[in-house]
């Protein structure tokens, strides 16, 4: 990945957390990794909500084209990637080989 994506990825989570703290008091919602196309069409945001409500992702998605708007008034890109949340399971992946990693030690 090119330096100029990697900053950009680091703009864009540092915008967006500040409007999911506005949109979503008492979530925290967490970008765990973007995946930006080199020609900026569009970004994947993989995102964990604490509460893990599905809501909460549907809510994420409607509001995609919003945050894009936004993002390009506030950041300076030759071209506002699209922008798409995906809900990050890695988590839940790591929790279930521990589990089972702690099941088979007993």
Do not use: C
């Not at 599905?54 to 030759?78: D, G, H, T």
């Not at 071209?79 to 992946?93: A, H, N, S």
């Amino acid at each position: 990945m090119s330096q100029r994506i990697e900053k950009i990825n680091e703009l864009l989570k540092q915008e967006l957390s500040m409007l999911f703290v506005l949109d979503f008091p008492g979530e925290f919602i967490t970008i765990n990794f973007i995946h930006t196309k080199g020609d900026l069409s569009e970004s994947k945001f993989f995102v964990v909500v604490s509460s893990n409500h599905q809501s909460v992702y549907e809510k994420l998605e409607i509001k995609a084209a919003q945050y894009r708007q936004e993002l390009s008034s506030k950041l300076y890109l030759r071209r506002m990637p699209k922008l798409i949340f995906v809900r990050d399971e890695m988590g839940d992946d790591i929790d279930r080989v521990e589990r089972l990693l702690n099941k088979n030690q007993i």
